[in-house]
Each structure stands twice: as structure tokens, then as C-alpha cells.
């Protein structure tokens, strides 16, 4: 069946292609933030292991609105962990957990690239005249910035 959303085909494959890439982006650094959850030790133990959930609980939930976003464009969200790593900018969690300052610092990078990554896929949705997905990702670069923000004030 043909989709008629007032969207033209091209774009809504640009921005599916453009929310594929933050549904990796995000799935990547859910598994990053689960596993430090798990793994981390130190003073700070407590603070950080209820931060990280709070943080991987957020991300869990985000990934079912994009996938769906991305299946009502009409186009398939990856579904397999290849996919998802062939797409994704942040780099997976470590086979050996770091230090909590080193997590602390690659879960910050990891959402400010996130927030780069939507802030490229909102233009294109903007672009194409999209104004839920524009709407989605707006939503994903305010939550992702707020917690960077709070990663970067655990660093100080």
C-alpha cells in the first residue's frame, strides 16, 4: 500500500534514515549505560548505579518511539545488533568495565554525540517538512543534553 502523509517518498526515507541512525546511536548507548550500571564501583557506587538506570530506563523506552516513528515514514528500523553497530557513532561498552570517572566521561561523550547526531537528523526533518519527527527529535536532544549536562557537572 502506497503511504499518503503529505511526505514525499525521498524525504521520508531521509528521515528515517536519519532516525535509524539515532535509534543505533541510542541503543548503543542504553548497552553502554546498562553495563556500567552493572559494573560500577567505587565512592560514588550508589549515586551512579541509580543514575545509570534512571538513564538506561529513559533510553529504553526512546527506542520504541523511534522504531515506530521510523516504521509509520515506512521504512524498516534495523533489527539486528550488526545493523545497529554498522549505524551507530558511539562506540560500544568496554570488555574490561573502567574506572567511574572513565565511565562517567564515555557516557558523556557518547550523549553529546547522540545530540549531534539527532541535531543533523532534525534538520533533515525540518528539511523535509516533518513535524513529528522533527518533534521527536527535539525531545531526544533535550533529554540527551540534560543528562550531559549532568555527567559534565559530575566531572568538576
Excluded: C
Aim: proline share 3%; net charge negative; aromatic share 6%.
Amino acid at each position: 500500500m502506497s503511504i499518503n502523509i503529505g511526505i514525499e517518498q525521498s524525504d521520508r526515507n531521509a528521515v528515517a534514515e536519519a532516525l535509524n541512525n539515532t535509534l543505533a546511536d541510542t541503543y548503543t548507548l542504553y548497552m553502554k549505560t546498562h553495563a556500567y550500571h552493572w559494573n560500577v564501583t567505587g565512592p560514588q557506587f550508589h549515586t551512579l548505579h541509580v543514575m545509570f538506570e534512571e538513564q538506561y530506563n529513559e533510553m529504553w523506552t526512546s527506542l520504541d518511539e523511534i522504531a515506530e516513528r521510523v516504521r509509520a515514514l515506512g521504512v524498516f528500523a534495523p533489527s539486528s545488533g550488526k545493523r545497529i553497530t554498522e549505524r551507530a557513532a558511539i562506540d560500544a561498552a568496554d570488555d574490561e568495565p573502567p574506572s567511574a570517572p572513565v565511565m562517567i566521561e564515555r557516557l558523556l561523550d557518547g550523549h553529546e554525540t547522540l545530540v549531534r547526531r539527532a541535531r543533523e537528523g532534525l534538520k533533515v526533518a525540518e528539511d523535509a517538512g516533518d513535524a513529528a519527527s522533527a518533534d521527536l527529535l527535539t525531545v531526544r536532544i533535550q533529554t540527551h543534553e540534560k543528562t550531559a549536562w549532568m555527567l559534565r557537572a559530575m566531572t568538576q
